[in-house]
């Protein structure tokens, strides 16, 4: 997963929001996570998107483009391309600039591989 910022306090002074890109390679997953007291907004541009979600990730939606997703905080979830050949193309935006994201204990529906976040704070992910 590639994360760009376009919109966070180190390139415009923003206080309580980050706002950016993000590539997902095609079949990627991540483990259980929610991002703490923060609030989430995906839209996606490219390609079909796949959330779970709840306390035992029992729902699912898919997404594509021009559509939006809302992540309420500490609501455990799980993202996915559920494309196995696009790389699914997101701008992302969060109710803070830090970087939150708790990973929980929960047994994913949908096993995650290895997950590299790549932007400047983590460059080799």
Same mark, same amino acid.
């Given at each position: 997963?590639?994360? *760009?910022?376009?919109? @966070? ?28 007291? !923060? ?7 490219? +390609?079909?998107?796949?959330?779970? $979600? +709840?306390?035992? !990730? ?5 997404? +594509? =483009? +021009? ?8 609501? =455990?979830?799980?993202?996915? @391309? ?5 790389? !699914? ?13 708790? @990973? !929980? ?5 949908? *096993? =995650?591989?290895?997950?590299? $976040? ?8």
């Amino acid at each position: 997963m590639d994360r *760009k910022a376009a919109i @966070n306090f180190a390139r415009v002074g923003a206080q309580k929001l980050w706002a950016g890109t993000v590539h997902i390679h095609p079949d990627a997953k991540t483990g259980a996570h929610h991002h703490g007291p !923060l609030e989430s907004v995906i839209y996606v541009v490219k +390609g079909n998107a796949r959330m779970r $979600w +709840g306390n035992a !990730l029992e729902f699912t939606a898919e997404a +594509g =483009p +021009g559509d939006f997703i809302y992540v309420p905080p500490f609501v =455990p979830h799980q993202e996915i @391309n559920a494309s196995p050949t696009e790389t !699914l193309e997101c701008v992302l935006v969060r109710s803070d600039g830090q970087a939150v994201a708790v @990973n !929980l204990d929960i047994e994913p529906v949908e *096993k =995650p591989e290895a997950v590299r $976040w790549i932007d400047p704070t983590h460059p080799e992910g």
